[in-house]
């Protein structure tokens, strides 16, 4: 049975890049949108060109290919007055316009909202910056590493004695892209039902804000009292014994609630330590659980928690996640091409009517789409 896509017949032109604007519409598009990149004529995005690692596909990043499948192109120069004629054609039938320049870019460009819902009075308006469009940081680079330094996320990984600890995904692109394909949905459902469109915005630090709700609100009711990272075996600010990531004789394994009582019994750990409090004595219980833990392999530990009920899983890298099946089980692989390309990469986090949308074409080559800018959608 051919997926009916929720989305299909949506016109999206999307002039952001990288990766925080080319998220949500990623999204946009694995749910059957047609979504048309808006790049530099000769250069394009910037992430055709900067490299993870050393691999190239087609001469392109994966990136680049990871975040624009299924996605078109048109190669314009935004500071040519003729080019910008020819993609007001583009604009005027677009349901959803997406950007992520510095505030007040696209303005100078003929294209901020006010321009465009002046041609277009019922368009979907999405934007992503770095820091929102006021404030003292409103000049500032809106940069993955840079928003997780200012945001105080950091000082949430590692332990007492370590330094700041970044994160190694770029969690703030990914969620604004994430918040912003949300908000969209929301004003296309606004506009289905009452004939309006919208501007919808949001921002690296916004999320990152949004992303740690829970321990903000807890510092913000408690008297801004900075949580102390664990000595050891980190994992959470906050959370008390035994939460935290422990070597075994043969690897390491994770656990995240368990009776101390039952944990002593299973690895031997001393009722005297596994009587203390689980939060005052954090460190010192979950050192002698790490004493303990490397005693034994990991599928002894894991064969004993399951018994127990115990919450804890082994921690896997890339190949094990791989081998497991689950993946392949959950159908959340797929290979992608386009002429000469092909490669393996994710598919979207939904199912819809029991079946995963797939989005088989690889990014678009530079400019695919250009006679777009002369007939129009």
Known sequence: MTLD??????????FSQFLAGPYCALKLADLGAEVVKVERAGQGDLSRYLYLTDTKIGGESTIFHAINR????????????????????????????????????????????????????KVVYGTVTGYGATGPWVDLPGQDLLAQARSGVMWLSGGRDDGPVAMGLPIADVLAGAA????????????????????????????LADL???????????????????????AHAYLAAPYGVYQTADGHVAIAMGKLELLAR???????????????????????????????PTEHWMQAFIEADIWAAPVMDWDGVLDSGVLQTLEMTQEIARDAVRM?????????????????????????ANALLDTGW
């Open 266 to 296: 299973i690895t031997g750990l001393s009722a005297e330590i596994a009587t203390g409090d689980a939060f005052t004595a954090r460190d010192e219980i979950k050192a002698g659980l790490a004493e303990r833990l490397l005693t034994r």
């Open 5 to 14: 896509l929720p989305l299909a017949g949506l016109k999206v032109l999307d």
């Open 70 to 121: 299924n996605k078109r192109s048109v190669a314009v120069d935004l500071k040519s007055g003729a080019d910008r004629d020819r993609l007001r054609g583009l604009v005027e039938g677009a349901d959803v316009i997406l950007q992520n320049f510095r505030p007040g870019v696209m303005d100078r460009l003929g294209f901020g909202y006010e321009a465009v819902k002046a041609m277009n009075p």
């Open 344 to 368: 393996q990469t994710t598919r979207l986090p939904l199912r819809i009517d029991g079946q995963r949308p797939s989005s088989s074409t690889a990014a678009p080559t530079l400019g695919d």
């Open 180 to 207: 912003l394909a949300q908000g969209v949905l929301a004003l296309l459902y606004r506009r289905a039902v009452k004939g309006i469109g919208g501007y919808v915005e949001t921002s690296l630090i916004e999320v």
């Open 212 to 234: 740690q709700f829970e321990l903000l609100t807890t510092w913000l009711n408690d008297g801004r009292r900075t949580p102390l990272r664990s000595a050891n075996n980190p």
